[in-house]
Structure formats: C-alpha cells, structure tokens
C-alpha cells in the first residue's frame, strides 16, 4: 500500500495537533478531557515521543475525540497489507469459497502467521501490571452482574455469552477435503496450527466459534477467553476495526490474547470467589483438584490462578507436556506474594534445583512428600510442604510454608490473632 498521506510519517504527534487545531481544541483542554499531563501532550505533537502506549492512546481517544483504532494505526502498532502467508493461501483457494470457510480460513491464517502465539497458559505466560488486572476484573464482574451470574459456581457461560449478546455460532471445522488441500500446501503445518487453533471471535457478527476438538475444560476456558475480548472494549473496538488488510502488531496482538486470558480466569474464578474458598483452609492439592471440580476449570489453570492471589505462602511449578510429542516443557513458576516477599524464589532463582528435583519425585510418581527444610531471604530456617499431581497435560508441585515453631509462639503477642476461643472463616 502506497503511503499517500504525507503526515503518515511524521507519526501520530503531528497529526493529532493539526486534528486538534482543526477542531479548535485548546492544548489544555483537551490534556484534561483525556485525564494526561499536558507537558506530554505537547512533547507528543511536537513528535518527541516515538510511540506512545496503547493505554495511553485509549486515553488519548477520548481527549481528541477519534475512534481508539485510528490512534493505534496512526502509531503504527497495526499493519497494513496481506501478509505473503495470506496472500499465497487465498489465492491458491481461489474465490470460490462461502462465508464461513473464509472467515475459518482468515482464522486459520492468523494462526499460522503467529505461529506459536496462539494463546494457552502455557505459551503466554506474561504477567500483566496491577492496576491492568483490576481493570479486567471490574469488566469482568459488571458482565457477571449484568448476567445476573454473579457468585454463580461453575458461571453459566451460556447465560453470560447471553447478556452480551454473543451467539454461540457452532464448532470450527475443517473437512477432510479442506485440510487435505490445505496439507498440500502447508504440509504438516496444517495439523500443529489446527491443534492449536482453538477459537475464534468474529466482532462485526458478534459470533463465538469453538475447536470442537478440545477437551471440556479447554472449550469453558476458550470461550471465556473469546468473551473476555468482548468484553474489554477497546479489543472490542480494535478488532472491528481489522479487516482482511489490517492486522495487529504481533507484540500487541500477544498482549491482548493474555489480556484476553486473565477476563477468562476472571469469569470462571468468579472475580475472587475461587481465592476466597481455597483460603479457608490449608492449600493441598486435594483442596485444589475439589475446586477445580466445583468450579470446572482445569486443574492448572485452577492452581495458578489460586497461588498466585491467595494469602497463604504458596509456591506452584508447573511443567506442561507438549501437545504432540507428550514431552514434558521447561517448568513455570507462580508464587503468591507472601512467599515470594519471604522466599525471594522467583527474583533469585534461588530453588531451581529443588523445583526441578521435585517434579522429577513427582513424575516418579512418589506417593508421599517430606516436608523441605529451606532458608528464606532473611536466612531463617522454614519447612515446605510438598504436593503433587500429574494430569494427562502438566505435572503440578505444590510448595506451602509450614508455620514454624517460633512463628507460633509467637501468635499470642501479634495484634492481628483473634481470641483463642473465636474462630473465623
Ligand atoms: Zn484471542
């Protein structure tokens, strides 16, 4: 595509001023409608700021008064044109094709041109800012309040996908004859991306479409995901804002599929329904795989998303088998805050050793754990317990942080203990 706007290479600075002089907007009114400094404001028309972030160009819409999508265009973070994947796969289909081929075609494609970026816990593990998390989850619970699901365990996804007015519009399929054609030119490519095309969203007609070959678990998590972009808005603006020649940047497309993730977890934990429950007792894998029942979310994604909120002093490795060889992929590691506030694990890297020796016992399959004796950042002794599980996906250990001798000595003196004869929950 020819850049015919001559402002296309001065960058989005230049070209919001000429629209704000065109509107005859003050600088300062126009930093205050958009809740930014408007120092920044004025370093950014003057083009001193390369590429400002997609947070701050949602803000910046509202300021100047332009659809969000038209900011992220003039910053560059979409891409225009099809790419050589695309333009080779349709014009070896060729025009003959319905509707919904192409738009499981166009699907199928964004896949494979992002490869491995399909999202899974697994292959996006990025961790999103705090005040990012508390955004999603306030999108999350007004959705689950609208659909009158709110503290519904395990949510109605039928009953929310309702109130947002999406239509469940069917599984994505590939016939026999298709993935043979498409195997002739992409050869095994095909059958990895098929494997890892899990679902897809189509905005303008407010269709969610689900790989019907996944397992239970994976399609309530998948259509959680494809409602999450729904129902954070400025994805919900974005994407219908693309169209066959305009694609997300694929650092920024990797961040919305996590952002798109955390609103899944969000809807199925109940907001923080799940923590609540698994904090009324001592963590163990039992009271974890009981959750992961009454909540139906899958047993990993259950322990990860109950380490990384609860109050207790937790530590959770996770090593994912690969989807086509089985073989088990360099672990993860979630702590809760508590622990890594004592423990330092993550910052340090400190218990690699111990975390790998501890899946390898646990792939063994040993029946029982000793508790671990480990220092933490202040050099005191502490015990661990130790928990495992393997699923059909991932093998699971647990760590949690036994009260030691001293710490319950000292629980009298603390402000905080509640009298010996109450008990809370
Ligand atoms: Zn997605």
Redesign the pocket.
Same mark, same amino acid.
């Given at each position: 595509m020819s850049k015919e706007d001559p402002a296309d290479t001065a960058g989005v600075g230049p070209r919001l001023r000429e629209l704000r002089e065109e509107k005859d907007l003050g600088l300062r009114e126009v930093a205050k409608k958009a809740g930014v400094n408007h120092g920044y404001l004025s370093q950014l028309e003057r083009g001193d700021v390369a590429q400002p972030a997609p947070a701050i160009l949602q803000k910046l819409a509202r300021g100047y008064d332009v659809p969000f999508p038209v900011l992220m265009d003039w910053a560059g973070y979409i891409e225009s044109g099809l790419s050589a994947n695309h333009e080779r796969a349709l014009s070896y289909l060729g025009e003959e094709i319905d509707d919904k081929e192409l738009e499981l075609v166009r699907a199928f494609l964004d896949a494979i041109r992002s490869q491995g970026a399909t999202?899974s816990l697994a292959s996006l593990d990025g961790e999103l800012p705090g005040e990012e998390l508390a955004r999603i989850r306030r999108y999350v619970l007004a959705l689950l309040r609208q659909a009158d699901s709110l503290g519904e365990v395990p949510t109605p996804l039928g009953q929310v996908m309702e109130a947002a007015e999406l239509v469940a519009a069917g599984e994505m399929t590939l016939h026999a004859e298709e993935r043979r054609k498409l195997r002739h030119r992409f050869g095994d490519l095909v059958d990895q991306v098929w494997s890892k095309l899990q679902g897809a969203i189509h905005f303008r007609a407010r269709e969610v479409w689900i790989n019907p070959e996944m397992y239970p678990l994976r399609k309530r998590f998948v259509l959680g #995901? @494809?409602i999450g #972009?729904y129902v954070l808005p400025e994805h919900r603006e974005l994407f219908a804002y693309l169209d066959d020649k305009k694609r997300l940047r694929p650092d920024i497309r990797d961040l919305? @599929?996590r952002q798109?993730n955390q609103a899944a977890i969000e809807l199925l934990a109940q907001g923080d329904r799940l923590r609540r429950e698994a904090d009324d007792s001592p963590l163990t894998m039992d009271v974890i795989d009981g959750l992961a029942g009454r909540f139906r979310i899958s047993m990993q994604a259950t322990a990860r998303r109950i380490v990384e909120e609860t109050r207790q002093d937790c530590a959770l490795a996770i090593s994912f088998r690969g989807s086509s060889t089985g073989m088990l992929m360099p672990h993860h590691l979630y702590c809760s805050e508590s622990f890594e506030k004592r423990f330092r694990w993550k910052m340090t890297g400190s218990a690699e050793t111990l975390i790998r020796q501890s899946l390898a016992a646990a792939i063994e399959g040993a029946e029982q754990y000793e508790p671990l004796l480990v220092t933490d950042s202040h050099g005191r002794g502490s015990a661990l317990a130790v928990d495992a599980v393997q699923t059909p996906r991932a093998v699971l250990v647990l760590f949690r942080a036994l009260p030691t001798r001293s710490r319950i000595l000292q629980r009298p003196h603390s402000w905080s203990s509640a009298p010996a004869t109450t008990v809370t929950h």
């Open positions: 999202f #995901h @494809e #972009h919305y @599929e798109a």
